[in-house]
């Protein structure tokens, strides 16, 4: 008897750490996260607008994005805005820029499964995407993001 209480207690000691024990989702999260760092992508979650968020089981997406080079004050090239959607069919969910347009659509065409969105800013690029995947998929997220760049710059 003294055995089994002995038992139950060990049990009941060691249970917790089990719980808090990362489940597989999480280290794949780690995983791609820092791949991302190695690649020099940040990676933040960021909450979607309300038009997207119909569109999504959450109103947070995870993005993955790089910042463009800083450039002295008096020399700040003013770069173009775009913000589309790569979800199936390409799909213009800002202004649409007409000038470059299939450039970017070409570019877009090569981002890998997952991936919904994608954001360029005066001082960014970004993708937004589900998570899913190897670390293959953050290779060729990061190689999108500087194609994206340059064409920004030009």
Known sequence: MVYIVIILVIIMLISPIAWMRPSP???QLVRLRECAGKQ???VSIRRLSDKL???HDS???ACYLKHHARAKANNVK???KWFVSVVGEFE???RKDCARASQLKQICSHLPDGCCYLEAEQDFVGVYWLEKGDEDRVDKI???INDVMQLQNQ
């Open 25 to 27: 989702r999480q280290k």
């Open 78 to 80: 003013q770069r173009p």
């Open 92 to 94: 213009w969910i800002s």
């Open 53 to 55: 968020q119909r569109r």
């Open 59 to 61: 109103p947070n997406m």
């Open 142 to 144: 990061a190689k999108v």
């Open 40 to 42: 020099h992508l940040q």
